[in-house]
């Protein structure tokens, strides 16, 4: 079945205490990005990966690190955490071509207290 | 840049038809998406425009005018499963990001 698998789905930590929540496809897929959803605010963009060892930052990038090494992986790195990054997260993948729908994984919902 | 407005909410009958607009400014464009994402969940791709016109996918149909920066997603029949929020994207040109509205919710009332 194709899919976008994120772990954990459910996080609450304390601030400062580094976290990495992973986001992995299986479709292949070149593209991958990070958002985070927040009330009144909509889906905004953290970073984004083109292919392997391309990344680029999103609309809001502060706080957070990505890498991708392998195509199928795209972890979020949460270096030292802080409340206001309390928000849900999804992790989205699609192919390169113009036009086709991006897959979102399930998202994760991270509390920083 | 880019920016995208849609209403925050917008309340209908069930069986009746609603229409939920969007309207977008962008440098370039390559694009427009309909998401609709029920509380909590992932959002989930309902349709796709890049030429003017109407695309009909069952009870969704999405219409675009790219000279007016405007397109609307139609709901026909409409089903209390249809409460859900309704996002409108837009990609700006090439393979760039795509950029979220905000959503509109949508509640279906008996």
């Known amino acids: 079945e194709a899919q976008v698998t994120q772990n954990p789905r459910y996080l609450i930590t304390v601030t400062g205490k580094k976290l990495t929540v992973t986001c992995s496809q299986n479709?292949?897929?070149?593209?991958m990005s990070w958002y985070r959803q927040d009330p009144g605010l909509g889906l905004r963009q953290i970073y984004y990966s083109m292919n392997v060892e391309v990344t680029d930052k999103g609309d809001v990038p502060e706080g957070y690190k990505v890498s991708r090494k392998e195509k199928r992986n795209f972890p979020l790195i949460l270096e030292s955490p802080s409340p206001n990054q309390t928000s849900l997260y999804f992790c989205?993948?699609?192919?390169?071509?113009?036009?086709?729908?991006?897959?979102f994984g399930p998202g994760t919902r991270l509390t920083v207290t | 840049g880019q920016s995208l407005e849609q209403p925050s909410e917008v309340t209908a009958v069930e069986g009746a038809i609603v229409q939920i607009n969007c309207t977008y400014q962008?440098?370039?464009?390559?694009?427009l998406f309909w998401y609709q994402q029920h509380a909590g969940e992932a959002p989930t791709f309902l349709s796709y425009?890049?030429?003017?016109g109407l695309e009909e996918k069952g009870r969704f149909s999405s219409f675009l005018s790219r000279s007016k920066g405007y397109s609307y997603l139609l709901l026909k029949e409409l089903q209390m499963k249809d409460s859900a929020s309704y996002l409108c994207?837009?990609?700006?040109?090439?393979?760039?990001?795509?950029?979220f509205g905000k959503g509109t919710r949508l509640s279906v009332i008996a």
């Open positions: 994207a837009v990609r700006d040109s090439g393979n760039t990001p795509l950029v």
């Open positions: 425009n890049v030429l003017d």
């Open positions: 962008t440098s370039g464009f390559n694009g």
């Open positions: 479709m292949n897929h070149e593209y």
């Open positions: 989205a993948s699609s192919s390169m071509i113009s036009g086709v729908e991006q897959y």
